[in-house]
């Protein structure tokens, strides 16, 4: 999970994706995650993930770590096709696939589309207690991943996190954890009375800047949701 | 790791439109609870420990992707209603990033939300006199085993892998045929009773789902030793919180 590493290239990646309306990339991104969760064919899922391939070219995105990362979900969906395996291998093949297409998917859409700018759209739908929620859990993930390190550094300094001190790393890592921990309360406290300061009322705005629905983006997603269709319903 | 981060495309539309069905009316009943000021107060909490349980998992502990993620720890500080809270937020930023699918978001926040308000029940009523050590230890250990239960059920259930494992119907399809050509034929017919059973008994064989059944084995095996883990850093962690921060242990107590 590289959480700062997606957040970097969804800031600072100049890619064609990183130009589109936030809302149509939502939209294509339902749209194919609804294709392929569909999809029963290997003929069908092997369209998905090639077209899916395609565009982290396109877009460029870095393909190796995107791709690597898409495959974590393929673990957990082994059990799924391990028992589909006797009945149908196909299906078993297709399980895994459907899995990687659908977190890679989310992978590109996150991976060009600031937090801020989801949050606004997806503060449509959720209530806005939880879109806070979402948004500081975000932000202070930065937060300790800084603090996280700084204590990692200091436990190498004093001879933990090797195979020869395995007792005392142990203890160690589990000092550190209840440590971060209490760091992360009262980082937490101290978050409350920053908000109370500047007037939080219970709403952090992440307005996306109203962008014009342009007509290509329009067609575009139109074109997409109607090979999308086509393609789930192959086989 | 003491569940499955369920991917999207595995679980039936029942299953995960369900998920989200009681996933919904839980929020809405937690976040009921929390107004005005008290919202605004606890929303840093949730903020403060969703990060720390998105750091803990991404760090993976060897090969297999096994990680920690406080899940009993977070129900034993926060309390039930906060940790479902807590847990559903951490749950869609993970589907975000490809570690879980967006579609199960409900089907997993409810398994981990079983398993932290366990852990808040055994550890502040159940077990409430019992020594600190112990008291953590089979809280974590038990929450873990529910989650792990809840896991293995829901794949077992929506692959269809429980009656694949059960091979009842050829028996009873034995039991029909074999009085009939017992009576009508005699001996000769009994040795075609004794073939029709082993063929039968190999239909049985061949219809159970071996590598399915092989799967949720290898499945278990890793929870198992996520479950290991997982109780070992709780015990460790609440041990220094309460040399620490005893209040910390107390603060869903206080609400």
Redesign the interface.
Known sequence: ???AY?DLLATSGQGRLHSISTTIKISAGVVL?VG??ISQSLLSIGIFGLFLLLLLFWASLPFARLLS??T????????????????SPALAVV?PL??A????V??I??STTPYPL?LAVISRVL?A??V??????????F???GT?DRLLLSMRLRGALSWRNCWFSI?AT??V??????Q??S???R??QA??LRG???QIVCAERPKKLILRECLGLAVLSGLTMGVSLLG | MSHIHLPDGTLPLFWWLSGYAVTALLLFLAMRNLQGEQARRKLPFIGAIGALMLLTMSVPLGPLPLHLNLTVLIGIIAGPSLSLLTIFVVNILLALLGHGGITTVGVNTLILSCEAALGWYLFHRLFQQRRLAWRTMLAAALSLLLSITLSISLVGASTGLWTAALPHSHHEELEEHAPVTQHEHGHHDHEHTHELAQATFGEAVNSFNLWGMVGLGGLVLVLLLGLLIEALATWGIVGYLSRVRPDLLQLSLVE
């Open positions: 999970m590289k959480l997606i995650l392929i969760i990362m898409a974590y979900p393929t673990f957990f969906s082994l059990p799924f096709a391990l028992a589909q395996l006797q009945t399980v459907r899995a297409s659908s977190a890679l989310l992978l859409l996150i989801l209530p207690f939880l806070d929620a979402i948004f500081l859990t975000y932000r202070m993930f937060l300790l991943v996280l203890r589990v000092s954890l209840g440590l971060m921990f209490v992360t309360i980082m937490g406290e978050l409350h908000y109370t939080y009322k219970g």
